[in-house]
C-alpha cells in the first residue's frame, strides 16, 4: 500500500493522491510517522459500502429468524433504553 505524508498532502494536494492511487487504487496518509488516513477511489469506497450494508442486513434478517427483536411504541423503546 502507498503512503503519503500529511506534509507531501499538503504541498502536493490532490496530486500525489492521483499520482500514488494510480496503480494501487489506496493509500495510506501518515501524520506524525503514524498512519492515520486512508484513501480510496470513490467506487471502491461505494463498494465497501454497500458490503457492509448487506452484512447488516443480513444480520438484522438472521435476528428476526431468531426473534431477537422487540415491539413497542416509541415511547416503550426509549424507556427500554435509557432504564437499562
Known amino acids: 500500500m502507498n503512503t503519503v505524508t500529511a506534509n507531501e498532502l499538503k504541498v502536493r494536494g490532490v496530486s ?3 499520482e500514488v492511487t494510480a ?3 489506496e493509500a495510506v496518509i501518515t501524520v506524525r510517522g503514524k498512519s492515520k488516513y486512508v484513501v480510496l477511489p470513490i467506487e471502491e ?9 448487506e452484512s ?5 434478517l438472521k435476528d428476526v429468524e ?3 427483536f422487540k415491539t ?3 415511547e ?3 424507556k427500554r ?3 437499562a
Open 56 to 60: 447488516a442486513l443480513a444480520q438484522s
Open 45 to 53: 469506497y461505494n463498494y465497501l459500502r454497500e458490503c457492509e450494508l
Open 81 to 83: 433504553i435509557t432504564d
Open 16 to 18: 500525489i493522491l492521483e
Open 72 to 74: 413497542g411504541t416509541v
Open 66 to 68: 431468531k426473534g431477537n
Open 23 to 25: 496503480d494501487t487504487k
Open 76 to 78: 416503550e423503546h426509549i
